[in-house]
Each structure stands twice: as C-alpha cells, then as structure tokens.
C-alpha cells in the first residue's frame, strides 16, 4: 500500500474524504507514530525490512561505536550510519587483518570477568557488548572496520516514502494511525476500537512466531 493509499483509506476510515477535519500533514504524522508503534512492539522475525548491515571505519583503539547514526560529524567513522530501534545489535563482526570475526555477545553484567586472563577476548574470539547508546567491542588492536547488524528505524512516511514495513502489516499501521487521529479528536470509544484491532493483530502475529518460529541451534 503506498503513502497515498493510506491516506486514502484513512479518509474512508475517518468519514472525512475531504479532508475537512483531518489534514494531510495530519494523517502523514499520524502514520509515522503508528509505523514506530508496529516496529516497537512486533517481534523482530517480522521486521526483515529494517534490517541493515553497516560497514563501521574505525579511528584509534576506543574499541567504542556510538549507536546514534544522526551525522552529527559528517562521517561514519567510529558511529553508526543509521539509527538503531529496541538496542537491536543482532550481530558484530570485527575485521582484523583482513579476517572478518563474528564477536560472541556477553552481557554487560558479565565485562568485569573478561579481566580474568582466561576468559579475555582475543583475535580467535572477539566479544561485544552493549551498553545506552554504545557498542563495545575487545579486541581493539588492529581493528580497523567493524560490521554491524541491527534493525534500523524505519523512513519517515510522507508523500514521497510509503511505508517501510512489509505491506501485510500496512492496514495494522493504518488501525493505529486511525486510532491516533480519533485520539486528537476526542473520540475516544472510536480510538480504543482502532487500536485495539491493531494490538489484537500484534499479539495473534507474535504469539503465531512464538509457536511457529524455527528453533535456535543446539
């Protein structure tokens, strides 16, 4: 479904085709609010749309990237390109010496025992963990680019971008797009009924993964 066809069936939805009450602008914010609603509260097996695979320059050995992908400073090095949604670092791959390393993902409750000499990472196994809005990955020495995987936020809906998530979730986008607009409008029993259509959705998709999905290894 395009941007322009949500519009249209929110026009239908909200009795107002005209657009007397409900501006464009109106319908377009009110999509975005939806599109991070779905993408927040959607199981990630749902969201391969946002799935993004970034190539990371890295400058000195802080072995740190920031998560914050804004370009603040013009340039990628040792930062995200993109903005990552739900701290969803999926993978980490460090390349040292041309090698590329997937890194085993440890808990930030459990860095103090990488001091323990046995248990520290090296180039055979590099390691990361997350932390606010960091990455942080051992070993630094070396390392010059690292890959990350992650779900990246979704592109602003507007007249020229539809909707970034996969088209079967578009009419739950709409359902709570249209909830949102009767919420600014004080109808709150056609708000609750929007939304809770959406929300029943969401809970029948996840917990269909939950039954359905693939099993993990070992």
Known sequence: MTASEMLTLLGLRLEDVGESNFTAAMKYSALNVAQRTAANFLNEAYLTELEFKDMVSMSGNAGMISLTGDGTFGTTTNKSTKKVIRNSIRNV??????????????????????????????????????????????????????????????????????????????????????????????????????????????????????????????
């Not at 055979?124 to 010059?144: A, I, L």
């Not at 971008?161 to 709409?174: F, I, R, Y």
């Not at 999905?213 to 070992?218: D, V």
């Open 93 to 218: 791959q460090v390349v040292i010496g041309g090698e590329y390393k997937y890194s085993i993902h440890v808990p930030f409750n459990d860095v103090k025992k990488l001091e323990n000499m046995y248990l520290g990472a090296d180039n055979e196994n590099p390691v990361f963990w997350v932390f606010g809005n960091n990455v942080t990955f051992r070993p630094t020495s070396g390392v010059t680019t690292v890959v990350l995987y992650y779900l990246m936020e979704p592109e602003t809906i507007d007249a020229s971008n539809d909707c970034q998530l996969n088209s079967s979730l578009h009419d739950l986008v709409v359902d709570l797009a249209e909830s949102e607009l009767w919420r600014m409008d004080n109808r709150t029993n056609r708000s609750s009924a929007a939304r809770t259509s959406a929300m029943d959705q969401i809970k029948m998709l996840n917990s269909r993964f939950e039954s359905e999905g693939p099993n993990e290894l070992g």
